[in-house]
């Protein structure tokens, strides 16, 4: 407070003690604590630079300041330079008497002579400004001398520290434009001088369209100043000023000394050269198209554009279409203009496009708008569109091209690639246009997601319970329910199923009849084939409820056994239960394929009849008898041919139950002991799986490719057959498992209803 600085010619030297004030404020500290450190190196140097007050000198008569065009430059000066200046004004001050003869030319004006013969075209410049930290205002004469000279002076300035709450950069150049508006009103009622003209200068564009738009409603804090401007300036009287001497000074380092108008100092001037322009240049201003998914939306926002720059110039009235159209041809002259910038050079200047050309069969020219079209021969068809008979050429690889290929594509409802390019051609001559339009269509999603195959890995080498001979039948087993059957009980009909126990290694199948689905039934349905078949030592089955429950039960049974010995025998003989991966039946195919051949015999034997319990638990043993007794090799024809081998040759001896008439060979057979002949045909008939049956399982029936395989953190879509394709779930590898031959084919799988493992099969990336 004890500065007196009225007219604000120390504002750049008190603005930075006000921002390290509010700076102090900000930092929230009492009055009995330490500044920052900070805070306190600024206030050090803050105190040096005011002993620089008592050098300036400035002189209280504007036309004392002796400065002219001819003695400045085009360099914008500096500190340093204005301290020079300022002590070279004080070292050339006119004496008293000459302050005295000038105080009175400027003041000896009358009403109806306001400008004495000492200056002229006397002007008056406001330029205002702002930043994060203060906003400003500064107000210059500028007039020409007796002898012609140009010259300046300051008449005052303002400053402002900008609000403590955060306030746009926008909003902080409305205050400072408010603040010129303001200083130059101040000027203007207390001075005598009354200026022929009146400039303010800004360099926020956003203020400048401000204060030129009618039109639009503002929020209250833009109005109210907006208002203000409006009545204390005239819309003509605001210029566009940025930092650079090229713009606003001529021959001169006293900024603004010479203030020469720019071209195109009106913003709709320069708004309608740079539409000229756009529509004239190679280099043309349109949005990137790579930043673009939609032809649409690119379309659109080019006309968005043109419907602004139509807003600058006052015209509001042209139709949507007709801006859509003024946009789309935009965008057509940006691709040709990208890929055929020589070609429209050379038809611009008349000549002929060279015959290396992508263009030279085109017979290609330029129509009144500066697009290429094709020199077609098809003109003397009178109901032919013009573009079908005069196409527009565009480069299939350009940007803006894939993005109308895409946008055709998706309007034929993703169909062939013929389709898409009979629609192109009504209107587009696109080079290479096919492999355009299958690349656009390998890309698209929707088009992905509907043709893709899950590539399966591999067929892997079959597993040991497949190949595990001179075992017990049943030692490695598969486990599978089937059903429901209908079974009249009393004068009611119940549902029945079946469990189905496949022996892996030579395929016999056991069924046992249940009469519910679940954990009891299935564990009673286990023990009683185990009683006939005895117990298996490898158990598998896929991922079903009465499976997993009957796994527990039997474990926690285990364990329950009160005698050690009994409680270690019973783990020692257990079974080792495996369940498949989810959803991929293929996995037990050794036991669904099975499961339809009993399906197929109780169709033909039932059909759709509901026998008692009684009669459907002996239906499926005959059933089980016909299925164990099919070959499981080639059944040859020739005469004294062996019989081929079926899996009741393993479990009974024969083919069938019926009555040998005897097999007699070598020495044990001839002794006529039965046990030593059950032994024996035992070993043939393992002998012959070897030589007959087993080589069979080498070739591999499918899946023979090699695929990539899956990695962790992969990001995958997993194909359900139940599901339609876009509703396919999506999930994240969290851990793998590869097989012996290290090659991938479970994995499992994190979704958004939890971790599962799957099979590589139905998953894709």
Request: glycine letters at 4%.
């Amino acid at each position: 407070m004890s500065i007196y600085d009225v007219y604000g010619f120390l504002s750049p030297f008190t603005i930075q003690g006000k921002i390290m004030l509010q700076a102090t404020w900000r930092s929230k500290i009492s009055w009995d604590e330490a500044i920052p450190k900070d805070l306190y190196c600024k206030w050090l140097k803050w105190i040096e630079l005011l002993q620089l007050i008592d050098k300036i000198r400035i002189p209280r008569c504007y036309q004392s300041i002796p400065m002219c065009a001819s003695e400045t430059t085009d360099e914008p000066a500096s500190d340093a330079a204005a301290v020079a200046r300022a002590t070279k004004m004080t070292t050339n001050a006119p004496t008293q008497a000459g302050y005295e003869k000038c105080y009175d030319a400027r003041f000896t004006a009358t009403k109806d002579s306001p400008h004495p013969e000492c200056y002229r075209n006397l002007q008056l410049h406001v330029f205002s400004d702002a930043g994060q930290q203060a906003l400003c205002a500064a107000a210059y004469w500028r007039w020409i001398s007796s002898d012609n000279k140009t010259c300046v002076a300051l008449v005052a300035s303002k400053c402002r520290v900008a609000p403590v709450k955060p306030v746009t950069m926008p909003r902080l150049e409305l205050q400072a434009a408010l603040l010129a508006a303001r200083l130059a009103h101040t000027i203007a009622t207390e001075h005598k001088l009354k200026p022929e003209q009146r400039y303010f200068w800004c360099d926020s564009t956003t203020v400048l369209y401000w204060l030129r738009n009618n039109t639009r409603t503002y929020k209250a804090f833009e109005a109210n100043r907006l208002g203000e401007i409006d009545d204390l300036t005239g819309v003509s009287e605001w210029r566009y000023w940025f930092r650079g001497p090229q713009f606003l000074y001529k021959d001169t380092t006293c900024w603004p000394h010479d203030v020469v108008e720019p071209e195109n100092k009106n913003l709709i001037n320069l708004v309608t050269d740079y539409t000229v322009r756009i529509y004239n240049s190679s280099d043309l201003p349109v949005p990137d198209a790579k930043a673009f998914s939609s032809w649409l939306r690119l379309l659109r926002s080019a006309a968005a554009v043109l419907k602004f720059i139509n807003k600058c110039k006052k015209l509001t009235s042209i139709d949507e279409s007709v801006m859509m159209k003024q946009a789309e041809c935009l965008l057509l002259k940006k691709a040709q203009a990208d890929s055929f910038c020589a070609e429209i050079n050379l038809l611009k200047c008349g000549k002929c496009i060279p015959r290396d050309s992508r263009l030279r069969n085109l017979s290609p020219y330029l129509d009144e708008q500066g697009l290429l079209r094709v020199g077609g021969r098809i003109d003397a068809v009178s109901d032919v569109a013009l573009e079908t008979k005069r196409p527009y050429i565009i480069d299939g690889r350009h940007p803006i091209t894939k993005l109308i290929v895409r946008h055709y594509h998706v309007k034929a409802a993703h169909g062939n690639q013929e389709a898409v390019v009979n629609h192109l051609k009504q209107m587009y001559w696109v080079i290479r246009i096919r492999p355009a339009v299958k690349e656009v269509a390998s890309k698209c999603f929707f088009c992905r997601l509907r043709r893709v195959k899950p590539a399966v890995p591999r067929m892997g080498d079959l597993p040991e319970a497949r190949m595990a001979h001179h075992q017990r039948p049943f030692t490695f087993c598969g486990i599978d329910l089937f059903g429901p059957m209908e079974a009249v009980v009393g004068r009611r009909r119940e549902k029945r199923y079946g469990v189905l126990f496949t022996c892996l290694t030579i395929r016999a199948i056991h069924i046992e009849f249940v009469h519910f689905l679940t954990t009891d039934s299935l564990i009673m349905a286990l023990r009683r084939m185990s009683c006939r078949r005895g117990w298996p030592r490898y158990i598998y089955s896929d991922n079903g409820t009465n499976l997993r429950g009957a796994d527990v039960e039997l474990s926690k049974a285990m364990q329950e056994l009160d005698d050690d010995a009994l409680r270690t025998e019973a783990v020692n003989n257990g079974a080792l239960w495996t369940f498949i991966p989810p959803v991929n039946p293929h996995w037990g195919g050794a036991w669904e394929r099975l499961i339809r051949s009993v399906k197929s015999s109780l169709r033909v034997i039932l059909k759709e009849r509901a026998p008692k319990d009684e009669v459907l638990r002996t239906l499926l043993v005959e059933v089980e008898n016909i299925v164990n007794g099919r070959p499981l090799t080639h059944v040859s024809v020739e005469p004294g041919s062996t019989e081929s081998l079926t899996p009741n040759h393993f479990l009974i001896g024969s083919s069938s139950n019926l009555p040998t008439a005897g097999v007699f060979d070598d020495s044990d057979l001839f002794l006529r002991k039965q046990w030593r002949q059950a032994q024996r045909l035992a070993d043939m008939y393992w002998q012959r799986w070897l030589k007959e049956y087993l080589p069979t399982l080498v070739p591999r029936t499918k899946w023979h490719q090699e695929q990539n395989p899956l990695k962790v953190g992969d990001l995958v879509f997993i194909a359900d057959p139940d599901w339609p394709r876009h509703t396919w779930p999506r999930g994240i590898i969290n851990k793998v498992f590869p097989g012996k031959d290290g090659r991938v084919r479970v994995v499992e799988v994190r979704t958004s209803r939890g971790v599962d493992p799957r099979h590589a099969s139905p998953l894709f990336l």
